[in-house]
């Protein structure tokens, strides 16, 4: 069973999630000699990233802000063939948030219950690690201690939440928040790691869609935060890209 596989039926199960968009992640990227970040949607541990035609047009518009010490900026991500172009790039100190809020619903069935599930990924980026506050629903944020990130849901720490480190040759590893939502990892590579969280919200609401008000019976919530580590042990290389999906 891979990775993706493995998302979509544990994390979906209760939800009665299913397919491999929803267990898909966002992050952001600051590729090499590129003036602007970009969103990218497929698995990072995987070297899998979804284009367009594919799997990346059924991703919805992300909503990105650059914070710095100059103030905030706010764009919609550009689809391009290969992720969403931000038009900006965050400096040293500066930190990038985006998230796609209106990804569409879909409707699955637990038993003879019909249900429809909300998708929710999000994004992150540092260049460090002071401490930040938190700015999206489910947050990964540093804490101000190297390694240390502090995950946040709804402005309030999560205790025990799961968060996975991935580093680009697919080597990963998973630790548990303790009760202030804190958890730390050692980051021996030079190179870009991402870390993951994810959060189900089992109880119902209602949201605005393109078309009014949309019910929905849970919330799947997936965040990452990417960090690019200037120094340090040479990382092995990233395995072969995976062909992305239709």
């Not at 970040?37 to 899998?48: Q, S, T």
């Not at 991402?194 to 189900?200: G, L, M, S, Y």
Request: aromatic residues 8%; neutral net charge.
């Amino acid at each position: 069973m891979n990775r993706i596989t493995a998302i979509a039926t544990a994390a979906f199960a209760l939800l009665g999630f299913a397919g491999a968009a929803q267990a898909h992640q966002i992050w952001i990227e600051q590729p090499a000699g590129e003036k602007t970040a970009v969103v990218r949607f497929g698995e990072f541990g995987e070297n899998l990233r979804e284009v367009s035609p594919g799997l990346l047009d059924k991703f919805g518009k992300p909503v990105a802000t650059l914070v710095s010490a100059q103030g905030e900026k706010a764009a919609d991500g550009r689809k391009t063939g290969t992720g969403f172009a931000l038009p900006f790039k965050a400096g040293q100190g500066d930190s990038i948030v985006a998230e796609d809020a209106g990804y569409p619903l879909y409707t699955s069935k637990k038993g003879e219950q019909e249900l429809r599930n909300w998708y929710h990924p999000a994004a992150r980026l540092i260049t460090g690690f002071a401490a930040q506050a938190p700015r999206l629903t489910l947050d990964v944020v540093p804490s101000g201690n190297a390694g240390e990130f502090k995950v946040i849901y709804k402005g309030q720490p999560l205790p025990k939440a799961k968060v996975v480190l991935t580093v680009q040759s697919g080597w990963s590893k998973e630790a548990h928040a303790d009760e202030q939502g804190l958890v730390q990892f050692d980051m021996p590579w030079k190179g870009t790691y991402v870390a993951e969280a994810t959060h189900d919200e089992r109880s119902g609401g209602e949201r605005t869609g393109p078309n009014g008000a949309e019910k929905y019976d849970g919330v799947h919530y997936v965040t990452s935060v990417t960090y690019v580590k200037p120094e340090g042990v040479e990382p092995l290389a990233p395995g072969p890209a995976a062909k992305p999906n239709k």
